[in-house]
């Protein structure tokens, strides 16, 4: 079976109804990131991250998958697929997706702020303060923050060089290290980028361009790979 490998942002989420987050001029939901999305952010004022990521868990649970995350999903009828995604809502798998790879971590589980390997997960939309891990540290939310180390990027690494198939959606390929993982797809392999707006930092030739949104792009492409 040949290996298909995924690498989504924001941009496959966006149809569901998750804003982007450089659509709007590097805002996230009218929230500056150094305000919601750093270590000190929560050194600083904890009450409002642990707020902002509420909002964004209640939004994930609202949402539901949209066609571009089943047609990933059927892409494992035909081949050995793994998504590598920087989104930290948990759409691909609530499409199907069996094999996905979460680099920014996943929005429905809380971590133990005194140890990153202590992660639980969290029953509902809201994380309170006051809750703690079995460490007794303040639980917070499972996510990488700008700034932090993405515990997941050498397995990332590995699995994009083993890549037959490239497919990119909705990245805006603007955030490191996600946005060198590209450069680990070896040179001879097909690659293809599905946004309507298609990033303008170098991408070389070697890039199929599908200037769709994800909801068009990704099932047709899935489409002509299942005949191929
Ligand atoms: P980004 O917001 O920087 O870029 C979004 C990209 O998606 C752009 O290139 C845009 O043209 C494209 N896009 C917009 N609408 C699209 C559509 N309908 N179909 C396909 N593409 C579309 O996103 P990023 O590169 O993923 O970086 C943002 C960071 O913020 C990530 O690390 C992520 O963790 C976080 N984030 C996550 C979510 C989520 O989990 N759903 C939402 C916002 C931000």
Redesign the pocket.
């Known amino acids: 079976m040949k290996k298909v490998v995924v690498l989504t942002?924001?941009?496959?989420?966006?149809?569901s109804g998750?804003?982007?987050?450089?659509?709007s001029d590097g805002l996230?939901e009218g929230y500056d990131i150094q305000e919601v999305a750093t270590p000190q952010a929560w050194d600083w004022n904890p009450k409002l991250v642990q707020e902002f990521y509420n909002m964004r868990r209640k939004a994930?649970i609202e949402a539901s998958p949209n066609t571009?995350h089943y047609a990933l999903a059927k892409l494992e009828d035909k081949y050995d697929v793994t998504v590598i995604t920087?989104?930290?809502?948990d759409l691909h798998e609530r499409g199907g997706s069996t094999n996905v790879v979460h680099l920014?971590g996943i929005?429905t589980r809380s971590q133990s702020s005194e140890d990153a390997e202590l992660t639980y997960p969290i029953d509902g939309w809201e994380l309170k303060m006051g809750e703690q891990c079995e460490l007794g540290s303040q639980l917070r939310p499972h996510?990488v923050w700008f700034g932090e180390d993405v515990p997941m990027i050498s397995t990332a690494m590995d699995i994009c060089r083993q890549a037959d198939i490239f497919i990119l959606?909705?990245?805006?390929?603007?955030?490191y290290p996600?946005a060198g993982l590209i450069n680990f797809v070896r040179r001879e392999v097909p690659k293809y980028i599905?946004?309507?707006?298609i990033?303008s930092i170098s991408l070389g030739d070697s890039f199929i361009k599908i200037e769709e949104?994800?909801?068009i792009?990704v099932p047709e492409l899935v489409e002509e790979l299942l005949v191929i």
């Open positions: 942002g924001a941009g496959i989420s966006a149809e998750l804003k982007t987050f450089r659509d996230w994930c571009a920087q989104n930290i809502d920014h929005i996510v959606v909705g990245s805006s390929l603007a955030v996600a599905i946004d309507p707006k990033p949104k994800a909801t792009g």
